[in-house]
Each structure stands twice: as structure tokens, then as C-alpha cells.
């Protein structure tokens, strides 16, 4: 079983900039491929960034790409998501989640807003 628990949202007006963590306790973190998503109001959870457990091939989705940058620090057990330029439809419940196949555990999410 691994626990996650993200941290770092908040309010922050167009063009600036966040950085969520996502701290991981339980089973060896290092082995799991770590996600981040969101979720707007209204709209279907979605990808936004992923980096292997290695810290290697991260990937983006085309909408965050440039200006987002996912990390993982394996001695600390947690993936951050250093997130610039944000704009108003970031505006988002962000959710991290680890697997291996799959995504098998999620946090409970934090909460992003980004006034215009």
C-alpha cells in the first residue's frame, strides 16, 4: 500500500507560478511511476505529467508542456510538479498517483485556482 499527500495549491493570479509536492509513505516509492492530474469543475479527470521511477522520460500533456516540469526526489519519497505561466484553465483539483502498470493510488488532491 502507498500513501500519497499532496500539498502546495493555492490561489495565485495569471502568470504565476506553484510548485506541488506530492509526499509518498508505504511500500518502496522508488519502484512506482508517478502521475500528475486534474480535475476542473465540471470536466473528466485528465493527464498532465508523468516521470518514470527513475526520474528519467518524464512527459507532458500538449496543453502544460513548456511550461510545467514534473520531478521526483527518491531519497525524500516525493514528486513535485513546478508548475510557471499558469493560466486561468489550470484552474484545477491536481491529484498525484503511483503504479507500476497502472496508476493503483491517489491522493486526496489540492486544489490549484488561478485568477485571470
Known amino acids: 500500500q502507498v500513501q500519497l499527500v499532496e500539498s502546495g495549491g493555492g490561489l495565485v493570479q495569471a502568470e504565476g507560478s506553484l510548485r506541488l509536492s506530492c509526499a509518498a509513505s508505504?511500500?518502496?516509492?522508488?519502484?512506482?511511476?508517478m502521475g500528475w492530474f486534474r480535475q476542473a469543475p465540471g470536466k473528466e479527470r485528465e493527464f498532465v505529467s508523468a516521470?518514470?521511477?527513475?526520474?528519467?522520460?518524464?512527459n507532458y500533456a500538449d496543453s502544460v508542456k513548456g511550461r510545467f516540469t514534473i520531478s521526483r526526489d527518491n531519497a525524500k519519497n516525493t514528486v513535485y510538479l513546478q508548475m510557471n505561466r499558469l493560466k486561468p484553465e489550470d484552474t484545477a483539483v491536481y491529484y498525484c498517483?503511483?503504479?507500476?502498470?497502472?496508476?493503483?493510488?491517489w491522493g486526496q488532491g489540492t486544489q490549484v485556482a488561478v485568477s485571470s
Open positions: 508505504g511500500r518502496t516509492f522508488r519502484n512506482y511511476a
Open positions: 516521470i518514470r521511477w527513475s526520474g528519467g522520460s518524464p
Open positions: 498517483a503511483a503504479g507500476v502498470a497502472s496508476y493503483d493510488y
